[in-house]
């Protein structure tokens, strides 16, 4: 490895750590304004300080919003939880793409930094990704609980408006949260199925579904409200159970979905660890170079099918 690579793999590295240092502090600032939120709410005053944090980037948090691409990354970001605005996320996205660059260029051959650019964005989607079915995961888990104070409530004759701002404060996240956002709109003159069908639309669910329309029709046709919701806490809990399940069974091969591009890109460090100077070598033709995007492509398409054959909807 000559001096320039040396300095352009030393660059790539320092970024990429500049960027997962600030990741980190953000998650250490983020965890301890929750658990002083926490605090707070045990504590006798049982009031809750609005605790907030110094936004970074804001003129291209600002520009980012009124494009399309802005607003739709506002809306993925909203459904994960994460507290960090569109602009803060396409900073941080866009020095590991360059982080990501630099490290494969120098690390392997100059052909493959922009193929491990490419593959930085398609991490940063695949985390949002991920973080937003982990909330929708979480929150299906406590809807049997949710359903079941929904029923207590109503049981003891408040109006369903008023339970669901109870359970709203009473639940933890993300159900906490999003009642919490349902009672607001719901204060401000929202129609109750509109609340209840934006909840539905941020966190997609066969779970969720079912108990926004148990809920909306039963408020439209002053139906037994208890009953409905006692039984269906029953069919949630069991298919909370066999969602467990199906999930373990199916542990094994996710990892190997995981597993199948990483032994690909294994390889190539292999290879070039073998014979130093292979892989420039090899991408300096325009018929190697095809057939490094056609073996990624492959290796992605593999990744994709495993993840689709794998997939059960309970």
């Known amino acids: 490895m000559d001096l320039q690579s040396l300095i352009t793999l030393t660059t790539g590295i320092t970024l990429l750590t500049c960027v997962l240092a600030v990741v980190g502090l953000h998650s250490y600032a983020t965890g301890k304004a929750q658990r002083q939120a926490l605090v707070d709410r045990l504590s006798a005053t049982g009031q809750i300080p609005a605790a907030g944090r110094r936004r ?38 866009l020095a590991t793409v360059v982080g990501l ?17 490419l593959l930085g964005v398609g991490v940063a989607i695949q985390f949002l990704n991920w973080q937003r079915q982990k909330r929708i995961e979480k929150f299906i888990n406590q809807l049997p ?12 004759g ?9 359970a709203a404060e009473e639940m933890e996240a993300p159900a906490g949260e999003e009642l919490g956002k349902v009672s607001a709109q719901l204060a ?10 934006e909840m539905a639309d941020r966190l997609p669910s066969r779970e969720l579904v079912v108990l926004v329309t148990t809920l909306v029709l039963s408020n439209r ?8 919701l006692r039984n269906l806490t029953e069919t949630l809990e069991e298919r909370k159970e066999t969602r467990r399940e199906v999930r373990t069974q199916l ?8 597993a199948v591009p990483v032994l690909g890109v294994g390889s190539l460090f292999l290879m070039d660890g073998v014979k130093d100077g292979a892989l420039d070598r090899m991408t300096g033709s325009s018929f190697g170079q095809a057939a490094v995007i056609i073996a990624f492509s492959l290796y992605a398409v593999g990744f994709v099918l495993i993840r689709r054959l794998s997939r059960i909807d309970v």
């Not at 260029?105 to 100059?110: F, R, V």
């Not at 046709?221 to 409905?228: C, D, F, N, R, Y």
């Not at 094994?252 to 995981?258: L, R």
Request: net charge positive; proline share 3%; no cysteine.
């Open 56 to 93: 970074h980037f804001r003129g291209i948090d600002r520009r980012l919003r009124r494009t399309k691409l802005g607003r739709k990354l506002e809306l993925r970001l909203a459904a994960t939880g994460l507290d960090i605005t569109p602009g803060e996320f396409f900073v941080y996205m």
């Open 101 to 117: 660059w630099l490290i494969g260029q120098a690390a392997l051959a100059p052909f493959f930094g922009p193929l491990a650019g």
């Open 145 to 156: 609980e949710m359903a079941r104070i929904l029923a207590n409530a109503t049981q003891a």
């Open 158 to 166: 408040l109006a369903l408006r008023t339970a669901i701002g109870m």
């Open 188 to 197: 401000v003159g929202a129609s109750m199925d509109d609340a209840l069908s």
């Open 221 to 228: 046709a002053g139906g037994q409200v208890v009953s409905a």
């Open 251 to 258: 542990s094994q091969v996710n990892m190997t979905s995981y």
